[in-house]
């Protein structure tokens, strides 16, 4: 099955941190949430590199240098150096570095992150839109107390010609309060003040891929994220096996609407999946089975069954599903991807799941 044709979640008989060398892990929505370290997290990553799977965490967020992430991290109880953090102001900063001569000057929007990649790459970070000979302005998620004027600065350079650079362009982030405004939305100001475009860098496109490639080494690559629109759809661009895990922005619905370049190779609740094997999703007449639960789609509906896997797959309620060997719900959530991207071929399933969603409780 090529990636491009994908119609079903994939199954593995090996646990994923054995069949893979590196996971590249995100960081927000998979990790830790607002900070906090999501639940089992910690202990997953722990087992799986104890058992020789290498960790590598890409992010699209440039507000934090690898060095803060990387404390953060060991903070957390995963101890971390710089070197395993990549992220997308390393990747933007070589982007702009490939086509301005060193000792350039960059106009920074954004927070230290940007500041460090960019020296690193031996270019100059400025603050003002004033400075003779700019280069480049760069702009980069700077939290939630970047002031409205650097906006505008980043727009008094951009009118004048100078070439635009973006970190990422995620319009939301994970946080303790909920979902907050990413870097994609402060880029959009800047899109409606100057009707420019600028190069992004960060996850789902090339540069960031390349830039976790040069630092990993990674030859057997497992990227996990919680984002359709970036990690997965990154890794589809990368031509590297994927692993959503639900415990960041994407829902059931959302992945059941997946179209090609937005559907994970492997799905599981949280990093617990590094650990374990995946369960197949296999043809069952009129419908896909996985464990005890059978999708099938009928009448413009995504329909759900619990049985004994081999049988009839009566219709029981939730609630009754462990009782009547429909077992993990997750495994009626990979049998209703496979319905779902099935019917919805190369396009999005229109196919309505609420009904079945319910029954999982997802």
Request: proline share 5%; net charge negative.
């Amino acid at each position: 099955m090529t990636r491009q044709s994908r119609t079903r979640p994939a199954g593995s008989e090996r646990s994923l941190h054995q069949a893979y060398d590196t996971a590249l892990l995100d960081l927000d929505g998979v990790v830790y949430t607002g900070g906090e370290a999501i639940a089992h997290a910690v202990d997953s990553l722990l087992a799986a590199r104890a058992d020789g799977m290498h960790l590598a965490y890409v992010t699209n967020n440039a507000l934090r240098t690898p060095d803060a992430v990387a404390g953060h991290l060991s903070e957390l109880g995963i101890p971390s150096e710089a070197a395993e953090v990549i992220t997308s102001a390393q990747a933007v900063s070589r982007l702009i570095a490939d086509q301005v001569p060193a000792g350039s000057k960059v106009l920074v929007i954004g927070g230290e992150g940007l500041r460090v990649a960019l020296r690193e790459r031996g270019l100059v970070p400025v603050e003002s839109a004033d400075e003779e000979d700019l280069a480049a302005v760069v702009q980069g998620f700077g939290g939630p107390d970047l002031p409205w004027g650097r906006f505008a600065e980043a727009s008094y350079a951009i009118a004048r010609g100078v070439p635009w650079f973006a970190s990422n362009t995620d319009l939301t982030i994970p946080s303790a309060r909920g979902i907050a405004p990413g870097n994609g939305a402060a880029v959009e100001v800047v899109r409606i003040a100057t009707g420019a475009e600028p190069q992004v860098a960060g996850k789902p496109l090339p540069p960031m891929h390349r830039e976790t490639i040069l630092r990993t080494g990674a030859e057997r690559p497992l990227v996990v994220g919680d984002r359709l629109d970036t990690d997965i759809e990154g890794a589809f661009h990368g031509e590297v096996d994927s692993l959503l895990v639900l415990t960041g922005v994407t829902d059931g619905a959302q992945l059941l609407r997946a179209e090609p370049k937005h559907r994970p190779t492997y799905v599981d609740r949280d990093l617990r999946g590094l650990l374990t094997g995946q369960p197949e999703v296999e043809d069952a007449g009129d419908g896909f089975r996985c464990g005890g639960w059978t999708a099938l789609a009928r009448d413009g509906v995504l329909e759900l069954r619990a049985g004994d896997g081999d049988g009839d797959g009566r219709e029981t309620d939730a609630a009754d599903a462990d009782a009547d060997a429909g077992g993990d719900p997750l495994d009626g959530l990979r049998a209703l991807c496979a319905a779902a991207w099935t019917q919805a071929g190369d396009g999005s399933c229109t196919l309505d799941a609420g009904k079945a969603l319910a029954r999982l409780g997802l």
